[in-house]
């Protein structure tokens, strides 16, 4: 069966509207993505839709009461709140440095989350 | 005190510029900024989604930020914290900065060329024409992002967004993350003033409806919201009676768009371009005062921090390039006029004598258009007739002009203006 699929790139701020026809499940064309990474996306938003999360992660004593983190790859989507709620049951004492991991493989994904932030 | 060049405002706009001006040969520079710390507004936004185009990679706000204030240490670049500029005035060619610090009070700098760089800021209740009390819970978008992000405090648990302007979309996602039920987005316009992305990220991924067409007509509680009235509007804008939905909420978030901050550009005297809030300036991105030059949020105000960096380097550079005798004096500006669907360029005017091999010129639209066309004439000659599938108000568009189009038109004849329109 043909099907024809309109997605909003969300790869980068830019949002390319991009038209995807599958037939019997299989993608037969992709147009409208400005770069590689639109496919990319539109074949993961069929197949596996992941996000980058990001939140914050307390810090006790620190020159700011919290530090923003992110998971430094996607993970999937459905796991977003689990995420979330690991990360609340976290608390950090300074210095926290950019780049460091706050928790490993979260949730079970694989993935780790750092810290975007430097906290004195 | 005299410096050669003060860059005023320490975010990505004036850190990209004084890394360029440096890079460009100007050694006796300093960046002015108000705040604790440098990088400006990306402090605030954790979320990722910047600075693709310019790092080939998706990072946070702070991080983008990072990478600026490194590379502003890394070319010793002197910035000055918890300094404020409180006053700008021009005497001849020199501009008198006047600068408030704790430690050394009030002082001047005298300064050969400034680069504005103040950022913007959010208009306050802008939309909000609503009778009645002002109890708590009704915040700006952006407030409760510093609260939330910042100091990890929750304005509130049931939240309502009037306006779906960046602020609003991504604080709807991070007030849900947070544990908040956000009920839903109102926005007057029949369009979101937000990035696509945002849309689909904040919104649709967490099922928060977006009632285009709809704005707040009442809000309910003393002390604190307890309800706001959400009404259909017709095409002026009017609430539409028999629409009214109460809708229970604890938080009124306000997403009511941005203006630049530009206090200083005024008591400065220089033009500002009523479109955007900011000054008018060439295509060197200098005001019509000599040696002034601006970048950034302050100039127009930009969804993409990606454009901000490249905006600001050349204005860093164009500032070298005056500094160094290099920039050719003021010549024949062209002015480039804003025309049917495309509310304002910047650069307003280009000189053909002083602009580079190729300008960019950066635009809004002031509508949705579909399988349109964005066109430059100049001198009766369409320079360029580009197809777009989409054209929206609430993202920046960009034509980059060649100097040997401009050169030719200009010797067949002398044009009086250089004109952007949508086609549909
Ligand atoms: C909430 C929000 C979300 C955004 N999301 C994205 C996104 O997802 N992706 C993306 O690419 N872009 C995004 N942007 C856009 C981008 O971040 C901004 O356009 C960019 O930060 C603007 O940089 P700027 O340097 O012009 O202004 P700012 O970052 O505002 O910096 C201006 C600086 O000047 C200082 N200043 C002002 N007045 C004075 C004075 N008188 N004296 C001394 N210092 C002064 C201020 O303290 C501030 O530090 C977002 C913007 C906002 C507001
Ligand atoms: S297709 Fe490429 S340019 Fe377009 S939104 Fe996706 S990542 Fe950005």
Known sequence: MADKKEFVCIRCPLGCGITVETSDGEIKSITGNTCPRGADYVTGELTDPRRTVTSLVRVRGGEMPVVSVKTAA????????????ELKGIELSPPVHMGDVILEDVCGTGVNVVATADVR | MKKDLVIIGGGPAGLAAAAAAREAGVEDLVVLERDQRLGGILNQCIHNGFGLHTFKEELTGPEYA????????????????????????????VKKVTVMNREEGLYEIRARAVILAMGCRERPRGALNIPGYRPAGIYTAGTAQRYVNMEGRMPGREVVVLGSGDIGLIMARRMTLEGAKVKLVAELMPYSGGLKRNIVQCLDDFG?????????????GKERVESVTVAQVDEDSKP??????????????????????????????????????????????????????ACGNVLHVHDL?????????SAGRNAAAYLQGRLAEKGREIPIRAENGVRYTVPASIDIGRMGETQTVRFRVSGMFRDAAVEVACGGQVLKHIDRRVLAPGEMEQIILKKSELEKTAQAGDPKEISVCVRT
């Open chain 1, 74 to 85: 996607d993970i999937p989507k459905d796991k977003i709140f689990d995420c979330i709620r």
């Open chain 2, 66 to 93: 990072g990478r600026y204030i490194e590379k502003a240490a890394a070319l010793g670049i002197s910035c000055r914290l918890n300094t404020m500029v409180v006053d700008l005035a021009a005497e001849g060619s």
């Open chain 2, 208 to 220: 928060i409806p977006l009632k285009l067409s709809h704005t707040v007509v009442d809000i309910k």
């Open chain 2, 240 to 293: 539409i009676p028999g629409t009214e939905e109460e809708v229970a909420c604890d938080t009124l978030l306000l997403s009511c768009g941005l203006i630049p901050e530009n206090e200083l550009s005024e008591s400065l005297g220089t033009a500002m371009n009523p479109a955007t809030g900011g000054p008018l300036v060439d295509e060197s991105l200098e005001t019509d005062r000599e040696g002034v030059f």
């Open chain 2, 305 to 313: 921090v990606d454009y901000v960096s490249e905006e600001a380097a």
